[in-house]
């Protein structure tokens, strides 16, 4: 995707990737609106980059999302660049009885919740002469972690949804990327200084790199061996991981 000249909605935007990305694409002079739940951190990082925008937006509920997207289309008529980083990341026990509450809020939000909002704005998006949708998935959506089941479910099902949206809008002006994080230090999970996990800025830094180019998938090199965890081997080596990771303290 092109780095410049954008009109960009970020969803999640007030921490974390979300803020990080919209800092950066804002730096390079890019139309930047951050979307979130938490109107405080919202403010605080429009305030500390004038010209940056704020939108509160609630990509579990339906109503929030239908009214976000008619604000869009009437405020930034322009927007053609989609960034769906919004999600939630609850520990659940896969071998026991499941709390509802904790599975539906995590497939609401992190499934239904960018389904929904693109599913929304895709029209505006097509009227653009360029325009790109951006996921934000998980290297867990390929090497889950045991005790996020329901988590790591998710951006697995999020992963083959962008495979069928981004073959369905091949011969348009609208290109589909998909961002696979690995474990980044943003308090999602575990400290954010943890010294499993990669440093944000860091990551950041090497994600606006690769988002400069078309590949369909972004994914930085301590990601690549979870996402590249298919074939015969994948049981074997999900069971070596979260062994690995069920053993350090957090």
Known sequence: MDLIGNT??????????GAGLATSFHRLGN?????????GPLMALVQAHPGMEAMELD???????ENAASLIAHKHPSLNVLINNAGIM??????????????????????????????????LLRRQPRAHIVYNTSSLGYTPLAAFAIYSATKAALHSYVLSQRFLLKDSRVSVQEIVPPWVGTGLFGPSNHPLAMDLDKFIGDL??????DDPEIVVNEAKTQRENVGPNEHSYVDKINTFFLGQSY
């Open 8 to 17: 960009m909605l970020i969803t999640g935007g007030g921490s974390g990737i």
């Open 31 to 39: 139309k930047v609106i951050v979307a979130g739940r938490k109107r």
């Open 59 to 65: 990509i579990s509920d339906p109503n929030s999302i």
């Open 208 to 213: 606006m790199a690769l988002l400069s180019t």
């Open 90 to 123: 609850l520990a659940d026990d896969a071998a026991n009885p499941m709390d509802d509450v904790t599975a539906v809020s995590q497939i609401t939000t992190n499934l239904l919740g960018p389904i929904r909002l693109t599913s929304a704005l895709v029209p």
